[in-house]
């Protein structure tokens, strides 16, 4: 497992957003696309990255839009580096990896969204640092 995620291949349950048409293959052969909750939370990152709007206001607005999110989960899913192109796990602590996934927001979007958050790097994560 860690062996396929250091070569970008993401080997755990399918991020929020995405759909694996590929679900039954090999890590290798996974194929994510983005479905419609993927694009709202593309959405949810703009608005967090301009400040304008509290979590919950952002939260509220996904919800009138049909997008299944809670207040508790938005901090976690925003801070996940996969969103952006990267795989970050628990089995390799320290280590980011460029995923063949499509990212779902440029890394300057998920930089910004997760700055306008804590003002800190989000798990360690600066431009270029894989």
């Not at 679900?23 to 696309?33: G, S, T």
């Not at 996904?62 to 299944?68: A, D, R, S």
């Not at 990896?97 to 700055?115: D, M, Q, R, T």
Request: net charge positive; glycine share 8%.
């Amino acid at each position: 497992m860690i062996e396929n995620l250091r070569q970008g291949y993401w080997v755990s349950m399918t991020p929020f957003g995405y759909s694996n048409l590929n679900k039954k293959e090999r890590a290798k052969n996974h194929r994510y696309i983005i479905h419609k909750e993927g694009e709202l939370l593309a959405g949810a990152f703009k608005l967090k990255a301009e400040g304008r709007l509290s979590i919950k206001e952002i939260v509220l607005q996904m919800q009138q839009l049909g997008y299944k999110l809670k207040y508790k989960n938005f901090n976690a899913l925003i801070s996940n580096p996969f969103y952006c192109g990267l795989l970050a796990h628990k089995m390799m602590p320290g280590e980011l990896i460029k995923g063949h996934h499509p990212p779902l927001i440029s890394e300057e979007l998920f930089l910004k969204a997760n700055s306008a958050r804590d003002n800190s790097m989000c798990m360690g994560i600066k431009k270029n640092s894989y």
